[in-house]
């Protein structure tokens, strides 16, 4: 199982960018998925959550610029990242909960992508 993501980037203060990320390989279900990021001389912290029903949670510095989405027909997850802040910039995984064909379950994790905001 391997998750990909991309979509990061530098932009301006107040611009946007989408992140995305899919899981591939043996999977029966994705359980919830999310993004995190870690800034650097940071602790590794909590982006946004998305169960596979679309309940979604979100740290209290991404509520109401950004939206965390998914496609389980595509095992993708994705977030829409609005106004962005020079404090926002840091490096970005996603992660899911993944039950394989092996009815094996864990967190996988994507490689990190990197979001620079300049002010």
């Known amino acids: 199982v391997q998750l990909q993501a991309f979509g990061g980037g530098l932009v301006q203060t107040g611009g946007s960018l989408r992140l995305s990320c899919a899981a591939s390989?043996?999977?029966?279900?994705?359980?919830?998925m999310g993004w995190y990021r870690q800034a650097p001389g940071k602790e590794r912290e909590l982006v946004a959550l998305?169960?596979?029903?679309?309940?979604?949670n979100y740290a209290d510095s991404a509520k109401g610029r950004f939206t965390i989405s998914r496609d389980n027909a595509k095992n993708a997850v994705y977030l829409q990242m609005n106004s962005l802040k020079p404090e926002d910039t840091a490096a970005y995984y996603c992660?899911?909960?993944?039950?394989?064909?092996?009815?094996?379950?864990?967190?996988?994790w994507g490689q990190g992508t990197l979001v620079t905001v300049s002010s």
């Open positions: 992660s899911a909960n993944i039950l394989t064909r092996w009815n094996t379950a864990r967190d996988y």
């Open positions: 390989g043996s999977i029966f279900s994705i359980n919830a």
């Open positions: 998305i169960t596979r029903t679309g309940n979604t």
